[in-house]
């Protein structure tokens, strides 16, 4: 069974400041992951994915995460938040050798960007 | 132009009623798939589908239906609603890729149900 750790329900920061989300996994064989955002009442955007190759990746809004498969890690960053990155955040998994698994999500992650 | 587009968009209704939700994407991809948002922000996977065919139903009641009429919509029927499918649903649609699903989700903007 695949499952993602989200071990904070609220991160606070700065604007200006850089900001780190963090993201654990648990899968069988490769991991596909990702990053969504939810602002209220809408539905779920996406970020960015690590499917193979470089560890660190890049995605909308500024936004990057670095892939850590000895520490099962997935954690999203920004060097500089903005208020408007005031959201909540969802890290996903998919187990990658299977044909048409499930994208599991984490509980999500509220960021509080205060100005 | 909407991606993946829901309808309704807030449902209120009494208890034992049946209600649908419709669902359609003009992405061109081949899956879809319903999630359900409760109370608490939890995304859980309830159905999904591959050009039209169900390949993923993960424990949900059968009070709840989906069907495909084709690969661009994916509706949600639900029969004597009871008080714990309060909720959000929403769709979603991605492009497998030579049988592996690595595509990003691409989600509606939810279906938010209250049963009374």
């Known amino acids: 069974a695949q499952s993602v750790a989200q071990p904070e329900d609220q991160v606070n920061v700065a604007e200006g400041n850089p900001l780190t989300v963090k993201c654990t996994y648990s899968v069988s064989g490769n991991p596909y992951l990702f990053w969504y955002v939810q602002y209220p009442n809408r539905g779920l955007q996406f970020l960015l994915k690590y499917i193979t190759g470089d560890n660190l990746v890049k995605g909308s809004y500024g936004f990057e995460a670095e892939f850590n498969k000895s520490q099962t890690s997935f954690h999203l960053k920004k060097p500089s938040a903005l208020v408007s990155d005031s959201a909540l955040y969802f890290c996903a998994v998919r187990e990658g050798n299977s044909g048409y698994s499930t994208l599991t999500f984490g509980k999500g992650t509220m960021l509080l960007v205060s100005p | 132009d909407t991606a993946v587009s829901q309808t309704p968009k807030y449902l209120v209704t009494q208890m034992g009623n049946d209600k649908s939700i419709k669902c359609e994407q003009n992405?061109?991809?081949?899956?879809m798939y319903w999630y359900k948002q409760d109370s608490k922000k939890f995304l859980k996977i309830m159905f999904s589908?591959?050009?039209?065919?169900?390949?993923i139903n993960e424990t949900v009641p059968n009070r709840f239906s989906p069907k495909s009429p084709d690969k661009a919509h994916l509706n949600l029927h639900i029969n004597s609603l009871e008080l714990g499918d309060s909720a959000v649903y929403f769709c979603?649609?991605?492009?497998?890729?030579?049988?592996?699903?690595?595509?990003?989700?691409?989600f509606g903007e939810g279906s938010r149900l209250t049963v009374l």
């Open positions: 979603a649609s991605s492009q497998a890729r030579r049988g592996r699903n690595t595509g990003e989700l691409f």
């Open positions: 992405l061109g991809h081949d899956t």
């Open positions: 589908y591959n050009n039209k065919e169900l390949i």
